[in-house]
Nanobody
Framework: QVQLVESGGGLVQPGGSLRLSCAGS????????LGWYRQAPGKERELVAT???????NYADSVQGRFTVSRDNADKTVYLQMNNLKTEDTAVYYC???????WGKGTLVTVSS
């Protein structure tokens, strides 16, 4: 059974940066597309970014140019580098193994002065 564990969340001021990690365990295939999603208080979960096994990336318009997704297939880890954070980026961020529909438990990012 694959498990995903997110880490790296925390409190940061507007304009700051954070790097989230999502570590996979178990029989996680290196061929899976992985995604980062987020859910802000009172809002629906939304897609932030995806990355394919060969490194093709897609981003939501709201984070384009500020966030960068990457993966290390050998370590079964996916990263989300978040720069120039805004208060509206405050949310719980989730890692998602798309084909298997497996979610991590999330990590909270709070952007506030």
């Amino acid at each position: 059974q694959v498990q995903l564990v997110e880490s790296g969340g925390g409190l940061v001021q507007p304009g700051g940066s954070l790097r989230l990690s999502c570590a996979g365990s178990g029989s996680m295939s290196r061929t899976n597309v992985l995604g980062w999603y987020r859910q802000a208080p009172g809002k629906e979960r939304e897609l932030v970014a995806t990355i394919t096994p060969v490194g093709s990336k897609n981003y939501a318009d709201s984070v384009q140019g500020r966030f960068t997704v990457s993966r290390d297939n050998a370590d079964k880890t996916v990263y989300l580098q978040m720069n120039n954070l805004k208060t509206e980026d405050t949310a719980v961020y989730y890692c998602h193994l798309i084909a298997s529909n497996i979610w991590g438990k999330g990590t909270l990012v709070t952007v506030s002065s």
